[in-house]
């Protein structure tokens, strides 16, 4: 992992919704979302669906591969509902995640699916607290 200063991770990952699945996929994304919002050391989620082509995007920030591996150990009976109804189609790192947390995506990915990582350049973060959003 490089220093405390380029840790932060971006994952987006691009889901395809399964058939007669878009409201249970819905049911199970808002209560992973709620999870994660309440126990989960994620500083943002995001997930938005096009219907039209039954995809959902799903944006997490972490601040290190630590938080990653915190929301591992919690969320993973949440992220077993989500998987019933879609597939990862996409899922991509922005930022350099320790050996352990990429190897540990590509694990759960499977060999149909390689991760992509993109090393962070510079940037900053203005996010609202959770009352203005």
């Given at each position: 992992?490089?220093?405390?200063?380029?840790a932060?991770?971006?994952?987006r990952?691009?889901m395809?919704?399964?058939d007669?699945?878009?409201?249970?996929f819905?049911d199970?994304?808002a209560?992973a979302v709620?999870?994660?919002?309440?126990?989960?050391?994620?500083?943002m989620?995001q997930t938005?669906?096009?219907?039209e082509?039954m995809l959902?995007?799903?944006?997490?920030?972490?601040?290190?591969s630590?938080a990653?591996?915190?929301h591992?150990?919690l969320?993973?009976?949440y992220?077993?509902?989500?998987?019933?109804?879609c597939?990862?189609?996409?899922?991509?790192?922005f930022?350099?995640?320790d050996?352990?947390v990429a190897?540990?995506l590509r694990?759960a990915?499977?060999e149909?699916?390689?991760?992509?990582?993109?090393p962070?350049?510079a940037?900053?973060?203005?996010?609202?607290?959770?009352?203005e959003a």
């Amino acid at each position: 992992m490089t220093d405390s200063r380029n840790a932060v991770l971006l994952f987006r990952n691009t889901m395809r919704i399964a058939d007669g699945h878009l409201e249970s996929f819905r049911d199970a994304i808002a209560q992973a979302v709620a999870f994660a919002e309440q126990y989960g050391p994620q500083l943002m989620v995001q997930t938005f669906v096009d219907e039209e082509r039954m995809l959902a995007h799903s944006f997490q920030l972490y601040q290190d591969s630590d938080a990653v591996r915190v929301h591992w150990k919690l969320t993973d009976p949440y992220i077993q509902e989500v998987m019933k109804h879609c597939r990862v189609e996409r899922f991509e790192v922005f930022g350099e995640p320790d050996a352990d947390v990429a190897a540990g995506l590509r694990s759960a990915l499977g060999e149909q699916l390689e991760p992509t990582f993109s090393p962070r350049i510079a940037g900053f973060a203005r996010l609202p607290s959770a009352s203005e959003a």
